[in-house]
């Protein structure tokens, strides 16, 4: 069975391009969720659409379960593989294949680095809105599959928000258009529907992107509070003065205390939170609301505001929060980051809970949260080394989601659930909903040979990893978010 | 003449969904060829299904049943500061949350910040087996499960009834100015949507008025910095800034489709701007008008008695008019009809084509 498949994917890509060794292997074991690794029997490295497509097919002739993968910065284990089937390694599917700046579109492989879309859009005075912080190396194809975020989330929406088109091969070798260049479109938001579907319905071969006109101004404030409460308090001040910051972040003190020590971020001292707000667009707009943003900063009274005086003070407060979760590797050997979202008022709330969650567990958290959306990102701190400590630290993000789910949120804001949070699905959804997602998945891949035990709760367990951050989080290439 | 029923809450609904072979969901009947049923079917009034469940300002969401009057969600935001910001259309006629979000149609604010479909959250609808279920979530940003209140955006009642909605809404803006820009011809709106929207400016919406003379360029965002990008635009094309109360009228026309209402049909084309002018000559074959919307990304097109949208030369949806619903459809992939079939296995909800 398994030589019957591999022969298949031999009649399909050079040997060159079907890794099969041992050492090859184990690079692809693990995403950034390295808490899990399996063993996929082979990596396909295809460089055409056409030879994606005849891989799809022909795994599912075999029945050989398969795994796209971008750059592997899943935080949510997207894209572990699965033991025995195979690895679609997607990134010499890197071509940006046309850019409209009159119409601004870009369609692209999936392959392509999110940041690179930005930076070919940029001679044009455009750029692609969804930031996730690993944007300088995670791919559009995997923010495709996962619906990705960012800190701008707020005001742009997600990476659903920017997909006008996908072409796609499904699981049942059907090669579909949905969408297009439009950013309107006429029957059902079949795009909508793809995005997000973490794999399981198929492979993104060509995206068509939406461009926006790169905001001409930012006025960006980082302001220290003595307590947490005192920053979600300036967040609320905020949100009710009917402005509409591009973003609103909040680090805690542990999460400072990493960044101080990973970029040698500056923080005003004293400070339990540090406040980030952005404000962008025209001048003439930035100039009249940043009179209003920094009254009422200064009426919150924080330790300290400081607006950033120039791109490159701007640029560096950005490093800080950007850097935070690999910075947090620092102060621990190893840590998981939760996702999950709350109502906004109901941030302070949440915050103490999670403090009080961590408290019980003995162990340690830090958070760094999209305030203005209500998406946390506590990072829950352990050492895979003492025994018992990543089962503590993952019953504590248990715990942290089901509050998510009571006070009226969600398990995950951006991340997705893979197979991290397969088992609390049934935390938002009744049985009646779940078969409802169920029934869409076989649609899609009656098979369930796309990305299989991800998303529902039940799949085979992987095994789980004790130790490490992943290669290029040490390397300081990658950041968790 | 089919009957109608008008169920009084959710679970009524269900019950009603269960208890016939073949229903449609129909709103206020703004979009009359939408609410058509054909021989046999039963429709289902979203009429009494009309209440603002949960409105929180401060988390910039809102929760309605599906035939809440678009103006009574538009009157509770506006008390508030806030709104939808795409302008969803004939609100004044009596358009209902559902039947917006099941016809997929936006405004001419849609232009900045994205459609119906990047403001619905969640969703509570009744699938085929009158199973009544929520997906999507309440809160501004959720990841979990498949993007189903996406997917209805559109879906003309295909493969579920909408019972409930949860949107996004952001702060209105405290003014708008509107820019009247006039042309020499379509080539030239052209252009001007290339140039506005790549520009710093940012405008709100970016339109072309039905009488094809001129474009309509909305600013919107706080007074004071308004009159200097509007002077800035009319720097480079010549035009006017509207007295308030005529942008006001010129936009509520738009919205409404009043322009329209001395011929029997209006439907929707999906384009790009490079696609305008040729859309454009077509219609003027026909004796129709058109109002382009989004910066050239949608039209929407009125023809007289006896012109035949197919001569459009390009997919239609006909929103009203003695036409088929589809005009030159795309073809239904094979996927379509499996996940037709998970929502709506023994078909109760019209197919597809």
Redesign the interface.
């Known amino acids: 069975m398994r030589d019957d498949a591999l022969s298949r994917l031999a009649g399909i890509l050079p040997p060159d391009r079907l890794l099969r060794q041992p050492a090859q292997l184990a690079a692809y074991e693990s995403d950034a969720l390295t808490a899990y690794q399996a063993s996929p029997i082979a990596i396909a490295l295809p460089e055409t659409t056409e030879e994606v497509v005849a891989l799809v097919r022909a795994c599912r002739e075999a029945r050989l379960p398969f795994v796209a993968r971008g750059s592997g910065t899943s935080l949510s284990g997207g894209s572990l593989p699965v033991a025995g089937g195979i690895v679609i390694a997607l990134n010499r599917l890197n071509r940006i294949l046309r850019l409209d700046?009159?119409?601004?579109t870009a369609v692209v492989e999936p392959g392509v680095i999110n940041l690179a879309v930005t930076a070919a859009a940029a001679p044009?005075?455009?750029y692609y809105a969804p930031d996730p912080s690993s944007q300088s190396i995670c791919t559009i194809g995997g923010n495709v599959a996962?619906?990705s975020?960012g800190a701008h989330?707020?005001?742009?929406?997600?990476t659903?928000?920017h997909v006008l088109g996908i072409k796609a091969v499904?699981a049942?070798g059907?090669v579909?258009e949905f969408g297009?260049?439009?950013?309107?479109?006429?029957?059902?938001?079949?795009?909508?529907?793809f995005?997000?579907?973490e794999g399981l319905f198929g492979i993104a071969l060509e995206i068509t992107l939406q461009l926006l006109?790169r905001?001409?101004c930012y006025h960006t404030v980082l302001a220290g509070y003595r307590t947490q409460e005192e920053a979600g308090n300036a967040v609320?001040a905020i949100?009710?003065s009917?402005?509409?910051p591009g973003a609103i972040e909040i680090m805690d003190a542990l999460a400072l205390e990493a960044a101080v020590a990973a970029v040698h971020a500056d923080y005003p001292p004293g400070c339990e939170a540090v406040l980030i707000v952005e404000l962008e667009?025209?001048?003439?707009?930035v100039?009249?609301?940043r009179g209003r943003l920094d009254a009422i900063i200064a009426a919150s009274q924080p330790v300290e505001a400081r607006p950033a005086r120039d791109a490159a003070e701007r640029l560096a407060i950005w490093k800080g929060r950007k850097s935070a979760f690999s910075a947090v590797g620092r102060l621990s050997p190893d840590f998981i980051v939760q996702d999950g979202?709350?109502?906004?008022?109901r941030l302070g709330e949440a915050l103490r809970r999670i403090a009080e969650m961590t408290r019980e567990a003995g162990l340690r958290c830090a958070n760094v949260f999209?305030a203005g959306?209500?998406?946390l990102h506590p990072l829950i701190l352990y050492n895979g080394r003492v025994p018992g400590e990543l089962a503590r630290a993952e019953a504590l993000a248990g715990r942290i989601l089901r509050m998510c789910v009571e006070m009226?949120?969600?398990?995950?804001?951006?991340?997705?659930?893979g197979v991290e949070?397969r088992e609390y699905?049934p935390d938002?959804?009744n049985p009646?909903?779940i078969d409802?997602?169920k029934?869409?998945?076989?649609?899609?891949d009656p098979l369930q040979i796309a990305n299989p035990g991800k998303?529902f709760p039940g799949g085979s367990a992987p095994a789980l990893a004790t130790h490490g951050l992943h290669p290029l989080e040490k390397a300081g290439v990658i950041s968790r978010e | 003449m089919s009957p109608v029923l008008q169920p009084g809450t959710v679970a009524e609904l269900a019950e009603a969904v269960r208890a016939h072979p073949a229903v449609l969901a129909v709103g206020a009947g703004t979009k009359p060829r939408l609410a058509e049923m054909r021989n046999g079917c039963v429709g289902i009034s979203t009429r009494k299904l009309s209440r603002l469940v949960e409105y929180?300002?401060?988390?910039?969401t809102f929760t309605a049943l599906a035939g809440t009057p678009l103006a009574e969600v538009t009157a509770a935001l506006t008390a508030k500061?806030q709104y939808l910001p795409f302008d969803p259309p004939l609100a004044a006629a009596g358009a209902t949350l559902g039947g917006t979000v099941a016809a997929?149609l936006?405004g001419p604010g849609?232009f900045r910040?994205?459609?119906v479909?990047?403001f619905i959250l969640g969703v509570r609808f009744v699938?085929g087996e009158g199973?009544i279920?929520?997906?999507g979530?309440?809160?501004?940003?959720?990841?979990?499960?498949?993007?189903?209140?996406?997917?209805?955006?559109?879906?003309?009642g295909?493969?579920g009834i909408l019972a409930e909605l949860t949107f996004k809404v952001?702060?209105?803006p405290?003014a708008a100015l509107t820019l009247r820009l006039p042309l020499a011809g379509a080539e030239a709106a052209?252009a001007i949507f290339?140039a506005v929207?790549?520009?710093?400016?940012?405008v709100d919406a970016a339109d072309l008025g039905p009488d094809g003379e001129a474009v309509l360029l909305r600013l919107a965002?706080?007074a004071?910095?308004?009159p200097?990008?509007a002077q800035e635009i009319l720097g480079r094309w010549p035009g006017e800034v509207l007295a308030e109360e005529v942008a006001t009228r010129t936009w509520d026309d738009l919205t409404a489709f009043r322009w329209s209402e001395t011929f029997p049909y209006l439907g929707?084309?999906?384009?790009?701007?490079?696609q305008l002018p040729g859309l454009l000559g077509a219609v003027k074959t026909l004796g129709g008008r058109a109002h382009v919307s989004?910066?050239g990304?949608?039209a929407y097109i009125a023809l007289p008695a006896g012109a035949d949208p197919a001569g459009l030369g390009r997919?239609v949806?006909t929103l009203r008019g003695a036409a088929p619903l589809w005009i030159r459809?795309?073809p239904v992939?094979?996927?379509a009809a499996?996940?037709k079939?998970?929502?709506d296995p023994s078909g109760r909800f019209p197919a597809l084509g």
């Open positions: 700046p009159d119409e601004r044009h005075g455009l996962f619906n975020g989330c707020l005001k742009y929406g997600m659903s928000n499904l049942t059907e579909v297009g260049a439009s950013r309107e479109q006429l029957g059902p938001d079949w795009c909508g529907l995005t997000g579907n006109p905001p001409e609320s949100v009710a009917g402005l509409l667009g025209p001048r003439e707009v100039a009249a609301d979202v709350v109502p906004r008022r999209h959306d209500g998406n009226g949120g969600s398990i995950t804001g951006e991340h997705g659930v949070k699905l938002m959804f009646e909903e409802c997602l029934r869409l998945h076989a649609a899609f998303m | 929180e300002p401060d988390e910039f500061g997929g936006s849609r910040y994205g459609g479909r990047d699938d199973r279920l929520r997906l979530g309440k809160v501004v940003k959720n990841a979990a499960g498949f993007d189903l209140p996406k997917f209805f955006v559109g879906s003309l295909r493969f952001f702060p209105r405290p052209v290339a929207g790549r520009a710093r400016w940012e965002g706080p004071g910095a308004l200097a990008l929707k084309v999906v384009l790009t701007p490079a989004a910066g990304n949608v997919p949806l459809p795309a992939p094979a996927i499996a996940v079939f998970a929502l």
